[in-house]
């Protein structure tokens, strides 16, 4: 009965995990360009680390990145703090908004396809 227990409870766990590795996927700037970038997601000192490269915008390492159910944030400073707020959709890409918040930069959105195989 225990091991049937742990089965059942171990399962939504897992199912919550981000994938570890490299994503690929866009970023939507304000003003409409559109650029391919990649996500490394990985684990640095314990904490979820997301870093997206691009060759024109180079390395960005995100802050703060966290994971909560179906829910990617983090936030990124490119001259002023930009928070983003990301969910999962079925096939298990990201997309989201990310914004200044006091809405002098306008919003840009980002896609996240994860690893494929």
Do not use: H
């Amino acid at each position: 009965m225990v091991t049937l227990v742990a089965m059942w409870v171990a399962a939504p766990i897992g199912a919550q995990e981000l994938e570890r590795g490299t994503w690929t996927g866009s970023i939507a700037l304000p003003g409409g360009s559109s650029l391919p970038v990649t996500y490394v997601i990985g684990d640095t000192d314990g904490a979820l680390s997301v870093v997206m490269t691009n060759a024109q915008l180079g390395d960005v390492v995100f802050s703060d990145a966290r994971f909560d159910g179906e829910e990617l944030t983090f936030w990124w400073e490119p001259g002023i703090r930009v928070d983003c707020s990301l969910l999962r959709k079925e096939d298990g890409s990201f997309v989201g908004v990310c914004s200044d918040g006091a809405g002098t930069t306008g919003e840009g959105t980002l896609t996240m396809m994860p690893p494929s195989g």
